[in-house]
Nanobody
């Protein structure tokens, strides 16, 4: 069984910074692309940033220059460094990973989400 667990979501003031973490655990063979998505109230879930196993990255236009995604394969963790936060960044942030478990197959896994609130 594979699990993704996010952490780091809190209330932060506009202009502040925050780092989210997402750790994968369980019967993991290979982790491919990992990404962060977010869903604000009344809106669809959207891609924020993604990083491949080769560390290629892509970002939503709304976060380019402010957010940085990275990964540490040794500890099976992906991070999202968020700077210059705006109220529009308020959302539940979800981690997603494409993983091949040791039992075979290729699956998409999601974390449970972590709330980020940007407000004064």
């Amino acid at each position: 069984q594979v699990q993704l667990v996010e952490s780091g979501g809190v209330l932060v003031q506009p202009g502040g910074s925050l780092r989210l973490s997402c750790a994968a655990s369980g019967t993991i063979g290979t982790i491919y692309t990992m990404g962060w998505y977010r869903q604000a109230p009344g809106k669809q879930r959207e891609l924020v940033a993604a990083i491949t196993s080769g560390s290629s990255t892509n970002y939503a236009d709304s976060v380019k220059g402010r957010f940085t995604i990275s990964r540490d394969n040794a500890v099976k963790t992906v991070y999202l460094q968020m700077n210059s936060l705006k109220p529009d960044d308020t959302a539940v942030y979800y981690c997603k990973a494409i993983i091949r478990p040791t039992t075979g197959g290729l699956y998409e896994y999601w974390g449970q989400g972590t709330q980020v609130t940007v407000s004064s």
